[in-house]
């Protein structure tokens, strides 16, 4: 089991920034790549960005790209997200997830989440 908990997530003016945080607990042994996926009141799930276990390889979804960085501290158990010129529509909870393997952009390839933290950017 992976226990998985953010931080950093808060009220921010559009383009503004904020870094959000997400510290991994348990089997932590496992080299898991993660993820950040989204999700806005009453709409889906959607996935933003992932990286792999070595922190090699990272993939974005359009919509952030060239605004948000994702990153990792495997020493840390922690991995970060960046976030810099913020839209209104970036407003979400933000959710880290620890992938068991498959396509990093799909929900069901993540084995474990985290409960959240809310990004609301005000226009």
């Known amino acids: 089991q992976v226990q998985l908990v953010e931080s950093g997530g808060g009220l921010v003016q559009a383009g503004g920034s904020l870094t959000l945080s997400c510290v991994a607990s348990?089997?932590?042994?496992?080299?898991?790549?993660m993820g950040w996926f989204r999700q806005a009141p009453g709409k889906e799930r959607e996935f933003v960005v992932a990286i792999s276990w070595s922190g090699s390889s990272t993939y974005y979804a359009d919509s952030v790209k060239d605004r948000f960085t994702i990153s990792r501290d495997n020493a840390k158990n922690t991995v970060y997200l960046q976030m810099i010129s913020l839209k209104p529509e970036d407003t979400a909870v933000y959710y880290c997830?620890?992938?068991?393997?498959?396509?990093?952009?799909?929900?069901?390839?993540?084995?474990?989440w985290g409960q959240g933290t809310q990004v609301t950017v005000s226009s």
């Open positions: 348990g089997r932590t042994d496992s080299r898991y790549a």
């Open positions: 997830a620890a992938n068991g393997g498959g396509t990093y952009s799909f929900k069901s390839s993540y084995n474990y």
